[in-house]
T-cell receptor, first 115, second 113 residues
Framework: GAGVSQSPSNKVTEKGKDVELRCDPISGHTALYWYRQRLGQGLEFLIYFQGNSAPDKSGLPSDRFSAERTGESVSTLTIQRTQQEDSAVYLC?????????????FGPGTRLTVT | AQSVTQLGSHVSVSEGALVLLRCNYSSSVPPYLFWYVQYPNQGLQLLLKYTSAATLVKGINGFEAEFKKSETSFHLTKPSAHMSDAAEYFCAVRAQAGTALIFGKGTTLSVSS
């Protein structure tokens, strides 16, 4: 079946503009995660959705970052008033549920460049 | 709190040589541990995972890792490197349900002929 998909694959934006990144998880996966990967760094957790529960937003770096998920389907990550330090690859992952038994499947990422 | 340390940001081996990528973790509860591989311009792919069953875990592409509680380590090995193994490798820990993975900073593996 289809894996996790993300769009766009690349996004170049000017400082101060808003951007919206999209993630389509694997069908049937109730858990969805957003991570950020800066150059030369590991992945940083941003936000986690599990079914209809309130999302875990503890990893969001500032109030310029927000994310939504409609039911158990697509999710969008929005960055307002982008800054150069927001330049990174944003990765989405999904898993069957939030228990740690199930591994997370990652999308190919969106490479964001803020000029 | 959980954390992961990958020793060596870059490892170079010759084709056919042993691959050893080091990972040490810190966790206040028995952890689940993972190794992911990332090929250029691709997403992360799960290589293997430790979930408190057997301490020696075998994964895809001939990789394996051994969980050593006394050393808080989960090193990744492969007996004979192939050119196609060149990629970035990430170790990750997940200590509790309902939490995200905590990743190390990654190790880039280069394989020369």
């Amino acid at each position: 079946g289809a894996g996790v998909s993300q769009s766009p694959s690349n996004k170049v934006t000017e400082k101060g503009k808003d951007v919206e990144l999209r993630c389509d998880p694997i069908s049937g996966h109730t858990a969805l995660y957003w991570y950020r990967q800066r150059l030369g760094q590991g992945l940083e957790f941003l936000i986690y959705f599990q079914g209809n529960s309130a999302p875990d937003k503890s990893g969001l770096p500032s109030d310029r970052f927000s994310a939504e998920r409609t039911g158990e389907s697509v999710s969008t990550l929005t960055i307002q008033r982008t800054q150069q330090e927001d330049s990174a690859v944003y990765l989405c992952a999904s898993s069957l549920d939030g228990t740690r038994t199930y591994e997370q499947y990652f999308g190919p990422g969106t490479r964001l460049t803020v000029t | 709190a959980q954390s992961v340390t990958q020793l060596g940001s870059h490892v170079s081996v010759s084709e056919g040589a042993l691959v050893l990528l080091r990972c040490n973790y810190s966790s206040s509860v028995p952890p689940y541990l993972f190794w992911y591989v990332q090929y250029p311009n691709q997403g992360l792919q799960l290589l293997l995972k430790y979930t408190s069953a057997a301490t020696l875990v075998k994964g895809i592409n001939g990789f394996e890792a051994e969980f050593k509680k006394s050393e808080t380590s989960f090193h990744l090995t492969k007996p004979s490197a192939h050119m196609s193994d060149a990629a970035e490798y990430f170790c990750a820990v997940r200590a509790q349900a309902g939490t995200a993975l905590i990743f190390g900073k990654g190790t880039t593996l280069s394989v020369s002929s």
